[in-house]
């Protein structure tokens, strides 16, 4: 798994280098205008909250450079809701190009297709479609490398021996994927134990009552992987008011901006995070404008790795400005 | 001006005189009903601590006491509301929204030129946070009673304002209070009093003001009455208007109580606070015995409700039995099975 991940990360590395080539090479001159409708999710929690402003950051940057270009940005609250924005988007505002983060991926497959086949270019982000052939490209982030990644720095940093507690975002392929990456990775070092795995819902609240709970029923925790950077605060207060101090460390995840200060300002708990930044919309929006003002097309899927993210390279991942 | 309950009989009004059908009867047998709730708590208890010797310790007790604060509140002030035959859907965005409020007051305040000390500002913070909520109430109990919308489609509209007003406050990310104010403010809900954390108290006197106020004062009777037939307690000179309209502040002013000691939890507001706190409420005062048609209500039951509701999500935790997939199956028998030994009159 492991390597697979890593030579598609190349692989797609190797597409972005590829197409940035030819993008120097092709002439501007064939530019055409490019209506682009983005479909995202509402702002419902820190991580989808991240996701519109990163959306609309894009729109600001691209329209600016690109007199061409106009981004129309619409979030949705529900499936239904979403697909009708999308219908929308062809029938009222006539877009050409559509980078869509679907609410669901099987209900949302049928409405993205019939705007393909109406000749729209379509960028599918994170979470994919159940048909390939309803999208032309893809762009996610790296949900296995968000789960094994701090499996990999918790095993090192226990030395190979301890009690883990794992908080579980919401019942999901997403949440599934990264679990069972962190599980495999995990496996692999017989001396540390995953006591317990329970849904915090990617909920700060939700995540400080089962802490409570694991802090009740366990003597000995060792580190907690809360799967999210949301969900590691209510962890955190948990643990401060429990006053426990045998836990070494809380492993958020998702790089929030006040997880990754945390980082850099060396917190005795949250000392190191993985990124999942909802900044990959923007890299989409971008990716796709730049690609259709110039009549060119995407590799067919990018992914966005997820790095480990510790005091020596945290600035990078710092975004002040971002609510996320 | 004592109201007469009306035709469908059996509920009798909790201190009132049972009236002349079928009494003997009915008031045994409602007692045995008003016990259901707590025979379930006991047997959860029993089972909670034989599944995990962890249950039943004193620090496990007040952890879950203290998460039940916040919806045993807000069901309190429910209570009245369903009593007299009304609903409120949108606490749990009311809750969100004047914790937004409340934290944004409160940062800009000591962020601003002459800052008042750490302390006046929380006392305005909580301050305003009970105006917020009485507005919000009296804004509900106004639309319904004088704009004669049903209350579930005016709480429903204003579930969604609420929460989209905080999302827009929030960015959609989270607002987070002043880190010195956190320092002076979280006390509130960390700190104990007797061994017994200040969220426990509170919870204890308002449930307490609740028992006096629905069951031993003119205005308690007056909301039972309204919620057993709103007609009938038109032609006793009740003035059920402004008996409705002070039903939702009463709610308001719980729901900026839970708010309160909400807030100094996690020093912040995001838009996922608080979600599905209506429904909570709903079903610990059902669960309770107060029948969501309106007229009987049990402050006592609601309360005994809503710590059943924590204890099974709490049971859940400390063991690994059940898959976590089936969590939420295991919550709706236990409130079904409850509500089913507590079935009154329908």
């Known amino acids: 798994m492991y390597s697979f991940t890593l030579s598609l990360n190349k692989i797609a590395a190797a597409c972005l280098l590829a197409s940035a080539g030819q993008a120097i090479a092709a002439q501007p001159a064939a530019a055409q205008p490019v209506t682009l ?25 691209l329209e600016a450079a690109n007199p061409n270009l106009k981004v129309i940005v619409k979030t949705a609250g529900s499936t239904p809701e979403q697909a009708n924005q999308v219908q929308d988007l062809l029938v009222v505002n006539k877009m050409n190009a559509l980078v869509i983060l679907p609410l669901e991926s099987a209900s949302l497959t049928q409405p993205v297709a019939q705007v393909k086949n109406k000749g729209v270019y379509v960028t599918v982000v994170d979470r994919g479609l159940t048909s390939p052939n309803a999208q032309n490209a893809y762009v996610a982030g790296d949900n296995t490398a968000f789960g094994r990644l701090p499996a990999e720095y918790l095993a090192k940093k226990l030395n190979g021996k301890g009690n883990i507690v794992v908080l579980r975002g919401m019942p999901s ?62 962890a955190l207060k948990a643990i401060e008011q429990a006053k426990r101090t045998d836990i070494k460390e809380v492993f958020g995840g998702a790089g929030a901006k006040f997880a990754v200060k945390k980082v850099i300002d060396g917190d005795r708990l949250i000392q190191a995070n993985v990124s999942y930044s909802p900044k990959f919309i923007y890299d989409a929006i971008k ?7 110039k009549g060119e097309t995407l590799p067919a899927k990018t992914i966005i790795p997820s790095v480990l993210i510790t005091r020596a390279n945290a600035s990078q991942f710092y975004y002040p400005n971002s609510p996320y | 001006m004592q109201p007469t309950p009306t035709t469908d009989g059996g509920g009798a009004l909790p201190g009132t005189p049972v009236k002349a059908a079928g009494p ?76 937004g409020v409340m934290i944004v007051a409160m940062n800009a305040l000591a962020l601003g030129a002459s800052p008042p000390s750490a302390l006046a500002i929380v006392v305005i913070g909580i301050g305003l946070a009970l105006a917020f909520g009485a507005v919000a109430g009296l804004a509900h109990g106004f639309l319904v009673t004088h704009g004669r919308i049903e209350a579930f489609i005016v709480t429903l509209g204003t579930l969604g304002i609420f929460r989209a007003v905080l999302t827009w406050l929030s960015d959609g990310g989270a607002i987070t209070l002043d880190f010195n104010l956190s320092e002076t403010y979280g006390p509130v809900y960390y700190q104990s009093v007797l061994g017994v954390p200040i969220p426990v108290w509170i919870f204890a006197l308002v449930a307490i003001a609740g028992v006096v106020i629905l069951n031993r004062t003119p205005f308690g009777q007056h909301v039972q009455a309204i919620g057993s037939n709103e007609q009938v307690a038109r032609y006793a000179s009740i003035r059920v208007d402004r008996v409705k309209t002070l039903t939702y502040l009463l709610l308001g002013v719980c729901v900026a109580i839970a708010t309160i000691l909400y807030v100094p939890r996690l020093g912040s507001a995001t838009p996922t606070t608080g979600i599905l706190w209506e429904l909570e409420a709903i079903a610990a005062v059902v ?60």
């Not at chain 2, 059940?322 to 009154?344: D, E, F, H, P, W």
């Open chain 1, 37 to 61: 409708g983005v479909a995202i999710p509402t702002a419902t929690h820190g991580f989808t909250g991240g996701i519109v402003w990163w959306a609309n950051q894009a729109k600001k940057e």
């Open chain 1, 173 to 234: 392929t997403i949440d599934n994927e990264r679990v069972n990456a962190f599980n495999a990775e995990i496996a692999k070092h017989p001396g540390i134990k995953v006591l317990d795995a329970k849904y915090g819902n990617w909920n700060r609240d939700d995540a400080f009552k089962v802490t409570q709970d694991y802090l009740t029923r366990f003597k000995q925790i060792d580190a907690v992987w809360a799967a999210d950077d949301d969900m590691a605060i209510g």
């Open chain 1, 287 to 293: 990716m796709t404008a730049n690609a259709r003002l």
């Open chain 2, 24 to 99: 003997a009867l009915a008031r045994p047998l409602s007692r045995f009903k008003g016990a259901g709730p707590i025979v379930a708590l006991v047997l959860l208890c029993i089972a909670g601590a034989l599944l995990n010797p962890g249950f039943a310790t004193f620090d496990n007790l007040m952890n879950v006491l203290t998460r039940t604060a916040f919806i045993g509140i807000i069901a309190v002030g429910m209570t009245f509301v369903i009593a007299s035959g009304g609903i409120d859907l949108s606490v749990g965005s009311m809750a969100a929204l004047i914790a």
């Open chain 2, 287 to 346: 669960v309770g015995g107060t029948s969501l048609k309106g007229g009987s209500g049990r402050i006592m039951g609601t309360v005994v409700g809503a710590i059943l509701l924590s204890v099974i999500g709490n049971i859940l935790n400390l063991t690994s039995i059940i898959s976590v997939y089936l969590n939420a199956a295991v919550q709706g028998v236990v409130i079904i099975t409850v509500a089913y030994l507590q079935r009154g009159r329908r």
